[in-house]
């Protein structure tokens, strides 16, 4: 007993004379632990982010380059062509564009469920169901193409640019099918992850373009005709690089090969669809009505020509959060399918700041050098002038995109797009045109009042209602409804195994 005793009182009296230092260690050791199981977290859910984001930047600026490619080439020809060339594209084939790819985005929310679920053979059901559906769609929408040119005068068009942008269209029918088969083929691909064939075929397509830009437009003389069917010829490009690497082998667990059991399901894929379409519609044809609006103010030239610089560098810039936009989607898609709602959410976290600090980036570049960027597109002391007025708006536009197209990544993987679309309705549409007539028409404001009325009006009251939704978010609750979901499609399917 003595010795027990001894033994006892040996080990209480060190314990006791270093209990503050040592409970202080260990409440040291135990943060140092949590940082750097939270900062490894964050490094590896950084790289699956990476690992979409960054072949989806690259095949992004790719197809934005092809358009601006094929618009330098027409204006080598004549202002006149440039003119046709440019309103095809931005009118005519940017509604379409905008519509056929929010429909393909559907594919995000079912593909990357079913992805992160294991049910891989749906992947390739899923893309059947998004050809067939936005294959019809574009017949539907063929009218827009056949009739381009009445359509263009009813907008003010004058009638010599309105005929020669409804020639250009007419060319331009191949590429508005080819939408219907790259779109989800991309996400298709982008839902398991093999991104880095998207980049590679992307810059396959560019290469080709610009070769057979100068052939066409030099070689052949095929002239502003010949400006249009490159863009058809490289887009094609484009599918067809695509679907060869999936039908030959690149994805055997994900596509094997045509299904009927594509024909099923198709109302429910319909409505999914169509609400994906208008989500991503209502965002783009939101700077349109800026840039429209902006061009019926007096004396609007300068004010048009400097908006138009502000819009060209946030199109470019739009490309990295518009490759979060997809890539926060997936991530989120893949972890909710899995049935893992933390995931989601820490993945949505990741996806927020990183963005977040890019636009901050981005934000100060602007801000630091609002005097000198106008000088790339202009050296028009008026312009300039404009431009320098404007940059605080496209700094502060940059910030909110770094937000806002991340969030509405998290409501697509999530399969929340007909929300988000009544709510861009509401706050583009019912609160921010209305704010930004006011802001430029009633109190004479010009466009400063139109760009801060519709950002501030708009888009920033649509970024804090997805940040409060998404920061209420059940995201275990949300990962039983995808494993609902998935049930339910694969049961349609038939091919429960």
């Known amino acids: ?94 509604f379409d564009f905008g519509l056929l790819l929010g429909m393909a985005s559907a594919l995000e929310t079912l593909c990357g469920q079913a992805f992160g679920a294991k049910k891989y053979y749906m992947l390739g059901v899923y893309m059947q169901r998004s050809w067939i559906v936005l294959f019809l769609c574009c017949i539907l929408l063929l009218p827009l193409y056949l009739f381009a040119s009445p359509f263009l005068k009813l907008l003010g068009q004058t009638t010599e640019v309105a005929e020669l942008s409804g020639l250009v269209t007419m060319w331009m029918i191949p590429l508005h099918f080819s939408f219907a088969f790259q779109f989800p083929l991309q996400r298709f691909l982008q839902s398991q992850l093999k991104t880095g064939v998207i980049a590679w075929v992307s810059l396959m397509a560019l290469v080709v373009h610009v070769f057979v830009s100068w052939l066409f437009v030099y070689k052949f003389q095929l002239g502003v005709v010949g400006t249009a069917a490159t863009l058809n010829f490289s887009w094609w490009v484009l599918v067809f690089g695509l679907l060869g690497y999936v039908l030959c082998g690149g994805c055997p667990h994900t596509w094997t090969g045509f299904s009927i059991e594509a024909f099923s399901g198709l109302w429910e894929f319909v409505k999914l669809s169509v609400a994906s379409g208008v989500m991503l519609c209502l965002e783009t044809w939101y700077y349109r009505i800026l840039i429209l609006m902006t061009g019926n103010l007096p004396n609007a030239e300068i004010a048009v020509d400097a908006l138009s610089i502000c819009m060209t ?36 976290t990741v996806a927020v700041l990183t963005s977040v600090v890019i636009g901050l980036f981005f934000w100060l570049l602007i801000m630091f050098f609002h005097n000198e960027f106008a000088l790339i597109f202009s050296s028009s002391k008026p312009v300039l002038e404009a431009v320098n007025k404007l940059s605080i708006l496209l700094a502060f536009t940059i910030l909110l995109n770094s937000i806002q197209p991340v969030l509405s990544g998290v409501a697509v993987g999530s399969g929340w797009q007909s929300y988000v679309a009544y709510i861009n309705l509401g706050c583009y549409y019912l609160i921010g045109v209305p704010l930004g007539f006011f802001m430029g028409w009633v109190f004479h404001q010009g466009v400063m009042g139109i760009w801060a009325g519709m950002i501030f009006g708009g888009t920033a009251i649509q970024t804090l209602i997805l940040a409060i939704i998404t920061i209420r978010c059940d995201w275990e609750k949300e990962a039983e409804k995808a494993s609902m979901h998935i049930k339910k499609w694969a049961a349609e399917t038939k091919l429960e195994h």
Do not use: C
């Not at 230092?21 to 964050?42: M, W």
């Not at 470019?316 to 399918?337: C, H, Q, Y």
């Open 1 to 94: 007993m003595s010795s027990s005793g001894a033994v006892v009182e040996d080990v209480k009296v060190p314990l006791l004379s270093n209990l503050p230092s040592t409970v202080g260690l260990n409440d040291g050791q135990d943060h140092d632990h949590q940082d750097q199981k939270f900062a490894r977290r964050f490094w590896i859910e950084s790289k699956k982010l990476w690992h979409i984001v960054g072949p989806a930047i690259f095949s992004r600026l790719t197809s934005y380059s092809m358009l601006v490619i094929t618009q330098a080439f027409a204006g080598h020809l004549g202002d006149y062509e440039l003119a046709g060339i440019s309103i095809a594209n931005n009118v005519i084939v940017g």
């Open 313 to 348: 560098i946030n199109g470019w810039e739009m490309m990295i959060p518009l490759a979060f936009f997809a890539a926060t989607g997936v991530r989120v898609a893949n972890e909710l399918g899995a049935g893992n709602g933390k995931g989601a959410k820490f993945a949505t």
